[in-house]
């Protein structure tokens, strides 16, 4: 098993670029992948189990767990999609390996600009909480390790979510720069 990670690495990281370039096109429309990129993949699936150090098939199993990785590392914490989104991106899971084979990239694409989509609500949806502010006599908490919580059902637990996450920040920046007023050094 330690060796299929070597090989999902190598595939997430594609998929990862793959995304990442769709983030530096300075189209605010659809994201779609060069036409050279689908010569690129193509070679890259054909070349990969034969190049690898592990030399393991590029199958639905190294599919699946590439989808997984690709998410997690767009979405870490789980708290940018939604278990909607999650569950569109869900017909990709086992044909990642055969898209690549034929060239085809839609899948980073897809998940890369559901993730701006999420994005940029997220930021206008922090504008409205600092503007609004927090009331810090409420006793909350919030759980800021999210890697095996499941993604928000809904916008309003996305929003709770976001209320609690940025409340914890906004503290702790406060209790900080409280502190540093406190214990400077005399002049």
Request: hydrophobic letters at 45%; charged letters at 30%.
């Amino acid at each position: 098993m330690p060796f299929r990670r070597q090989l999902l690495r190598s595939l997430t990281a594609l998929l990862w670029l793959a995304g990442a370039a769709a983030g530096a096109a300075q189209e605010a429309a659809r994201l779609e992948p060069p036409p050279h990129y689908a010569e690129i993949a193509r070679q890259f699936a054909s070349l990969l189990p034969s190049a690898h150090l592990l030399q393991l098939p590029l199958d639905d199993a190294i599919s699946a767990r590439a989808w997984t990785n690709y998410l997690a590392m767009i979405d870490y914490d789980r708290a940018y999609f939604l278990q909607a989104d999650i569950d569109s991106f869900l017909p990709w899971r086992e044909r990642l390996d055969d898209d690549l084979r034929d060239g085809n990239l839609i899948f980073a694409y897809a998940v890369f600009a559901r993730f701006r989509q999420r994005l940029a609500e997220r930021s206008a949806y922090v504008g409205k909480l600092l503007d609004t502010g927090f009331d810090f006599g409420v006793r909350e908490s919030y759980r800021w390790k999210r890697k095996e919580a499941s993604w928000p059902a809904d916008e309003a637990e996305q929003d709770e979510l976001w209320r609690l996450r940025i409340k914890n920040e906004y503290l702790g920046y406060a209790v900080a720069r409280e502190h540093a007023a406190t214990n400077r050094p005399p002049r």
